[in-house]
C-alpha cells in the first residue's frame, strides 16, 4: 500500500485568539493525527495572529505588476514577505488553514495573506483557456468554526470562497472540518468535528 502520508504540512492559523481557540485545538489535533505515521513530517507554522502580516498597498501592486527582469531593490524588498508567504505554500504537500467566523466571514488576516500568495505567474496565470492554477497536486484542509452561522448555508460567505481561492491557484483537494455553530451545542459540534479529523487522518 502506498503512504500517503504528508512530508511536508502548511499550518495557517487564522484565530486571533491564542487562549481559548476552539479552531488551534482542531488544528493540533489535524496536525497530529496527520503525522502519527510519518513523525518526521516537517510542519511549518504561518501564525496570522503573531503581528507579521502585511497589506496590499500601491508599491506592492507596483512592483507584482513589474516584470521580474526588470524589479529595482526597493520593488524586491516590497514583494519580498509575499514571496516568503508563497514559498511556504510551494513548499507544502499538504494545507491545514484554520477558518474561524468574524462577522460572517474570514478574519481580515486570513484575507491579507490570501492576497499575498494568490499572485500572477506565481501562483496561477491566465491562459487562452482562461486561469490555469500552479500549485496542483497539494491537498488543503481547512478548520471550519463558527459561533453561530452553519458550514454551507446562505450566510456562510467563507466556505465557498476559500474553496474558490485554493482551486483558482491549484489546490483542488479542498476538505471541510466543520464546527459550525458552536453556541447552539458545542459539544456536540466539537465532537463531529474531531470524528470527522479522524477519518480524514485515516
Same mark, same amino acid.
Given at each position: ?6 512530508? !511536508? ?12 481557540? !476552539? ?16 513523525? $518526521? ?8 495572529? $503573531? ?63 490570501i492576497d499575498l500568495v494568490a499572485r ?43 474553496? !474558490?481561492?485554493l482551486n483558482f491557484i491549484g ?32
Open positions: 500500500m502506498t503512504d500517503t502520508s504528508p512530508r !511536508h504540512i502548511l499550518r495557517v492559523d487564522a484565530s486571533m485568539r491564542r487562549e481559548g481557540s !476552539h479552531s488551534r485545538v482542531l488544528a493540533d489535533r489535524v496536525i497530529d493525527r496527520l503525522t502519527t505515521r510519518r513523525p $518526521d513530517t516537517r510542519v511549518t507554522v504561518r501564525d496570522l495572529a $503573531d503581528g507579521s502580516m502585511r497589506l496590499v498597498d500601491e508599491a506592492w501592486i507596483g512592483a507584482n505588476f513589474t516584470d521580474p527582469a526588470q524589479r529595482s531593490d526597493d520593488q524586491k524588498a516590497a514583494l519580498a514577505f509575499s514571496d516568503r508567504l508563497v514559498s511556504e505554500l510551494r513548499a507544502a504537500d499538504t494545507i491545514v488553514i484554520t477558518v474561524p467566523i468574524y462577522n460572517f466571514t474570514i478574519p481580515a488576516s486570513l484575507k491579507a495573506w500572477a505567474r506565481e501562483t496561477f496565470r491566465y491562459t487562452e483557456a482562461g486561469p490555469e492554477g500552479l500549485l496542483t497536486g497539494k491537498r488543503a484542509i481547512l478548520v471550519y468554526v463558527s459561533g453561530g452561522v452553519a458550514a454551507g448555508s446562505e450566510t456562510d460567505f467563507a466556505t465557498d470562497y476559500m474553496k !474558490h481561492v489546490i483542488t483537494d479542498v476538505e471541510i472540518i466543520d464546527a459550525g455553530q458552536l453556541m447552539f451545542a458545542e459539544a456536540e459540534k466539537l465532537e463531529a468535528a474531531h470524528a470527522r479529523i479522524e477519518t480524514l487522518a485515516a
